[in-house]
C-alpha cells in the first residue's frame, strides 16, 4: 500500500524566514498530489495541487510546491511567512488513475513566531 | 457557494451506544468521502461514494461501521456499540468525478466515547 511521509513533525519559523516542508511518497505509478492546511480552529482547506504538466505548482497565500518524480517527492515552499501561516500542513496523495481516496502524511505543525 | 457540512460538530457517548454522524455535500458534487483523523493515526480514509453506491468500504474498521447515502447528497456515518478507540474527528468530503478531483472537507464532528 502507498504511503505519504512527512519528515518534520513541528517546525518553528520567525516572520520572513523561508519555508520547506517535505513530503515523499512510495508508489511507483501516476499520482496526483495534493496540500492541504488547517488553520486553527478550522477545517481541511486545499492549498495546492498537481494533477499533470508544469511540475512547479502555485497555490493560494504565496505558496508553491514542486513535483520531483524521481525522488518521489512534493515539497511545499513559502520565500517568506507571516503569523497566519501558522497551522498544521498535510500532504496528501491519490495513487493511480482508478483511484479516488487520498493518502495522508501525518501533518507538520508550523509556529510561525512575530 | 455552501461547503461541506457536517453534524454535530460535537459529540459525547457512553461506550456501546449507537451514534449517528451526518453529512451534507456541496451541491453538485457525485462523490463523497468519510475519513477519521485521530491522534495516533493521522488521517484515514474510511469510504467512498460515487452517486448512492458505495463501490469500496474496505476502509471502513470494523463491521460496526457503516455508512449510506441517499439521492446522491446527504451521507450517514453509523457506528455501532461504540468503542473508546472510536474517539476521533470524523471527517466528510466531496468532490465533482474525475477529473475535477480535489476533494474538499468539512468541519468535521468531534466523537468523544466515555
Known amino acids: 500500500a502507498q504511503s505519504v511521509s512527512q519528515h518534520n513533525h513541528h517546525v518553528i519559523l520567525s516572520e520572513a524566514a523561508s519555508l520547506e516542508l517535505g513530503c515523499n511518497y512510495s508508489y511507483g505509478g501516476t499520482v496526483n498530489l495534493f496540500w492541504y492546511v488547517q488553520y486553527p480552529g478550522q477545517h481541511l482547506q486545499l492549498l495546492l495541487k498537481?494533477?499533470?504538466?508544469?511540475?512547479l505548482v502555485k497555490g493560494i497565500k504565496g505558496f508553491e510546491a514542486e513535483f520531483i518524480k524521481s525522488k518521489f517527492s512534493f515539497n511545499l515552499r513559502k520565500p517568506s511567512v507571516q503569523w497566519s501561516d501558522t497551522a498544521e500542513y498535510f500532504c496528501a496523495v491519490k495513487a493511480g488513475a482508478g483511484s479516488y481516496q487520498l493518502t495522508f502524511g501525518k501533518g507538520t505543525k508550523l509556529s510561525v513566531i512575530p | 457557494g455552501a461547503g461541506v457540512s457536517q453534524s454535530p460538530s460535537n459529540k459525547v457517548t457512553e461506550k456501546g451506544k449507537d451514534v449517528e454522524l451526518r453529512c451534507d455535500p456541496i451541491?453538485?458534487?457525485?462523490?463523497l468521502y468519510w475519513y477519521r483523523q485521530s491522534l495516533g493515526q493521522g488521517l484515514e480514509f474510511l469510504i467512498y461514494?460515487?452517486?448512492?453506491?458505495?463501490?469500496?468500504k474496505s476502509g471502513l474498521p470494523s463491521d460496526r461501521f457503516s455508512a449510506e447515502r441517499t439521492g446522491g447528497s446527504v451521507s450517514t456515518l453509523t457506528i455501532q456499540r461504540t468503542q473508546q478507540e472510536d474517539s476521533a474527528v470524523y471527517l466528510c468530503a466531496s468532490s465533482l468525478e474525475a477529473p475535477h478531483w480535489e476533494q474538499y472537507f468539512g468541519p468535521g464532528t468531534r466523537l468523544t466515547v466515555t
Open positions: 498537481y494533477f499533470s504538466g508544469d511540475p
Open positions: 461514494f460515487q452517486g448512492n453506491s458505495a463501490p469500496d
Open positions: 451541491s453538485g458534487h457525485t462523490a
